[in-house]
């Protein structure tokens, strides 16, 4: 039953105090406390609830994972908080059905999804075409509701993509009709605004980027380089990685990159950008199934099964040799995982 709400957040507690013990309630008891009272349930869905949390030190991590059903028709997102509880689900992104977009964060707690591409049908047989989008979304979780942004320059998708330092960039990529791209925009969240700058130019099919020491390094794969931009002297260097890659999903734990790459089949390849060096390490085999994406939780590397009940395997760096890896009961997405972010609120 709900009370009915008083003159005091908290009776005997000036509001102050009320308020600063209302921001430290785990999210994960948002649903039950809030039908305490509606100033209760008002107050915690307030922008001055968020500000307090922030300003307390009280802030969360969760996980937002993007999962696709099994026909492949539908996406969505789940959330899981520091301990495994799952949460709830965020709003679907606004428009059609994309593929080949990128998920970054910004400011720590908002996600930005970033163009993609939809399947255009022709007039001919089997003349489906691919149309790029320019489109960009922010999802605030203290509205959970997303927005949309300025657009980037040039449509593009299966581009690599990092935040360094609070900028948001994309590198390269594919634009409509598969045409390949060998520019990069940056996007300026202070002003909404994006602004094309120029990239090394090589033939790369999406690859990835990251930051490290206030810089951004892209990996293209098919290439034997890794390109770094400076933005204090908006400079680009290389440096040689003496083999070429083929990565489809990668996490960065640590400043160190763990990625699993078509060419080692069985291994998680891992790049030290410090000491510019590469190494791998062996990943379990399971049964009628194969690991599909990689994501971070608590500082630990998690690998998601597109099938074997999309079970998830979890890589603890602190754990001695021979017993990195185990089975992590917590993270129970309920489909195939495309990509994972972690946000603080």
Known sequence: MVMESSSAIIPGLTDDAAELSLSRIPRSSFRSVSQVSRRWRTFLRSDHFAAIRELTGTVEEFMCV?????????????????????????????????????????????????????????????????????????????????????????????????????????????????????????????????????????????????????????????????????????????????????VYSYTVVRHKVYFMDRNMPGRLGVFDPEESSWSSVFVPPREGGFWFRLGEWNNKVLLFSRVCGHETLMYDLDKETGSKWRVCDQIKPSASQLTSVLINF
């Not at 709003?91 to 939809?118: N, S």
């Not at 998708?157 to 990092?162: E, G």
């Open 66 to 246: 993007l999962m696709e059903s099994e026909c492949g028709r539908d996406v969505y997102w789940e959330v899981f908080d520091g301990s495994g509880n799952k949460l709830g689900l965020i709003p679907p992104v606004p428009g059609p059905l994309k593929r080949g977009f990128g998920v970054a964060v910004l400011d720590g707690g908002k996600i930005v999804f970033i163009g993609g591409y939809t399947e255009v049908e022709g007039s001919g047989i089997n003349s489906t075409t691919v149309s790029a989008s320019a489109d960009v979304y922010e999802f605030d979780p203290a509205a959970n509701s997303w927005r949309k942004l300025a657009g980037m320059n040039i449509p593009r998708y299966n581009f690599a993509f990092a935040e360094v330092d609070g900028l948001l960039y994309v590198i390269r990529g594919y634009s409509t009709d598969a045409y390949s791209l060998s520019n990069s925009e940056v996007y300026n969240p202070e002003t909404n605004q994006w602004s094309i700058m120029d990239c090394p130019n090589r033939p790369v099919w999406r690859g990835f980027a990251f930051s490290f020491n206030s810089k951004l390094y892209a990996v293209g794969n098919g290439s034997r380089f890794i390109d770094v931009y400076d933005p204090k002297t908006q400079t680009w260097e290389e440096l040689n990685l003496e083999k070429s890659v083929s």
